[in-house]
């Protein structure tokens, strides 16, 4: 499998990042979801934990989340929130000693990877014999009745090599030393404006569509925009779920 150049980070937009993805409810329900299947106490790394607001979210009395991200802006946000268990690093290069941590988080990071397998055996590293990692796919799908969804999943074209790397996550688990405890769909519900997605998309605020040349723009991503700007309601929050695939590795 072909690497990226280099991994993305999104430090141009940590002021609103989460409002972006989905706003602090949204964080709220993916954490309820993720809950169960960390471990109760010890040390987790959350790799590409972003502004932090969901290792905050995760952290327990008995349960500390470390944060890593390849952003100084975005760690300037987390360490606080955080108590300051947040670091800069790819997480193709993590900055542990082997053993480290208890479990480990990745969620929406790895399609922003410029080496999945690289941060697979970095992870596996710097956790625990029989320490287990949870992992949640970047790349959504969506129910038929999504409308917004079905819009947006037009634009996977113009981030094809991305999903593709995303499909072969639970074999590179494996191939880096990883078992697949539990694998499945995990579906996260939200709310969303059309008219702010659409502004989200026309002001590049994804990674994948930073530097598409005109052209593509223009024949792919500029009708969507369109689009969602036609809808009915389109200045109104409408209810939406997207479809994560998700897995739990443990690390041998």
């Known amino acids: 499998?072909?690497?990226?150049?280099?991994?993305?980070?999104?430090?141009?937009?940590?002021?609103?990042?989460?409002?972006?993805?989905?706003?602090?409810?949204?964080?709220?329900?993916?954490?309820?979801?993720?809950?169960?299947?960390?471990?109760?106490?010890?040390?987790?790394?959350?790799?590409?934990?972003?502004?932090?607001?969901?290792?905050?979210?995760?952290?327990?009395?008995?349960?500390?989340?470390?944060?890593?991200?390849?952003?100084?802006?975005?760690?300037?946000?987390?360490?606080?929130?955080?108590?300051?268990?947040?670091?800069?690093?790819?997480?193709?290069?993590?900055?542990?000693?082997?053993?480290?941590?208890?479990?480990a988080i990745a969620v929406w990071v790895l399609n922003h990877v410029a080496d999945p397998r690289r941060a697979l055996s970095e992870a596996r590293r710097v956790l625990r014999p029989g320490a287990r990692m949870f992992y949640l796919s970047g790349i959504p799908s969506h129910p038929e009745w999504d409308v917004i969804g079905s819009l947006l999943q037009r634009l996977d074209v113009v981030r094809a090599d991305r999903v593709e790397r995303e499909t072969a996550i639970v074999s590179l688990a494996e191939s880096c030393g990883f078992r697949v405890v539990t694998a499945g769909d995990m579906v996260v519900k939200f709310s969303q404006r059309p008219d702010g997605m659409a502004d989200r998309i026309a002001t590049r605020s994804y990674g994948h569509l930073r530097d598409l040349d005109e052209e593509t723009w223009a024949t792919i991503v500029q009708p969507v925009v369109d689009e969602l700007r036609r809808m009915d309601d389109h200045d109104r929050h409408r209810n939406r779920q997207n479809i994560h695939a998700f897995a739990v590795f443990e690390r041998m």
């Open 1 to 103: 499998m072909e690497s990226l150049d280099m991994s993305t980070g999104f430090g141009w937009i940590s002021h609103e990042y989460v409002q972006s993805r989905g706003g602090a409810g949204r964080i709220s329900a993916l954490a309820d979801l993720i809950d169960p299947y960390l471990c109760r106490d010890g040390i987790v790394v959350e790799l590409g934990t972003g502004p932090g607001q969901l290792a905050a979210r995760l952290t327990t009395a008995t349960r500390r989340v470390v944060g890593v991200d390849i952003s100084p802006e975005m760690i300037r946000l987390a360490s606080p929130i955080l108590d300051g268990n947040a670091v800069e690093a790819d997480v193709e290069h993590l900055p542990f000693d082997a053993e480290t941590f208890d479990g």
